[in-house]
């Protein structure tokens, strides 16, 4: 069965409003989690990475403030969406790495801003 | 800086037929290398992973890969295709455990019956 859960797997949201992405690991404490984005046919982008506990560290080119990843527990880390607009339209996966475990990626979340 | 090359953004191959999915790396040191698979809509699934010893990495379904250091290169195979098989395969390599994992730009697999 899955080991990680990532949630919702679809969201249609109206332009300028917050969408909020979950990732849960299942069955172990994730130490450290990533937040990738991936355009149509193209590879993942990596956006961040969080620990727990700690603020997220962000990849060059990435805005924080509109991108914000907060990671409260071992096995929770969310990605708030902050007023989207029709170019975050994208496909966002999560992967989480636990202690001596190797990466899991959830089933990914497709955003569409209309 | 460290980058991941994979040949060919689609192959297509007739069912029953050898699969070969290209993936070179450019690195100082030998990476951690991996396969996934993501099927539409999906997050992505390991198929094998290189760290150390034996070069030929055996993977889920069949897949297989073989790291080979003189050539910098982490080549997927599999003997025999199936219509399952069709997806988009990443190369990604890391520097270390549990580390930034750099993907390569993928590569299509159509499978024809």
């Known amino acids: 069965g899955a080991v990680v859960s990532q949630h919702p797997s679809w969201v249609i949201c109206k332009s300028g409003t917050s969408v909020k992405i979950e990732c849960r690991s299942l069955?172990?404490?994730?130490?450290?989690m990533f937040w990738y984005r991936q355009f149509p046919k193209q590879s993942l982008m990596l956006m961040a990475t969080s620990n727990e506990g700690s603020k997220a560290t962000y990849e060059q080119g990435v805005e924080k403030d509109k991108f914000l990843i907060n990671h409260a527990s071992l096995t929770l880390s969310t990605l708030t969406v902050t007023s989207a607009h029709p170019e975050d339209s994208s496909f966002y996966i999560c992967r989480v790495d636990g202690r001596n475990t190797e990466a899991f990626f959830g089933q990914g979340t497709r955003l569409t801003v209309v | 800086a460290q980058s991941v090359t994979q040949l060919g953004s689609h192959v297509s191959v007739s069912e029953g037929a050898l699969v070969l999915l290209r993936c070179n790396y450019s690195s100082s040191v030998p990476p951690y290398l991996f396969w996934y698979v993501q099927y539409p809509n999906q997050g992505l699934q390991l198929l094998l992973k290189?760290?150390?010893?034996?070069?030929l990495v055996k993977g889920i379904n069949g897949f297989e890969a073989e790291f080979k250091k003189s050539e910098t290169s982490f080549h997927l195979t599999k003997p025999s295709a199936h219509m399952s098989d069709a997806a988009e395969y990443f190369c990604?390599?890391?520097?270390?455990?549990?580390?930034?994992?750099?993907f390569g730009q993928g590569t299509e697999l159509s499978v024809k019956p």
């Open positions: 069955d172990f404490q994730a130490t450290t």
């Open positions: 290189y760290t150390t010893g034996a070069t």
């Open positions: 990604a390599v890391a520097y270390n455990q549990g580390g930034k994992l750099i």
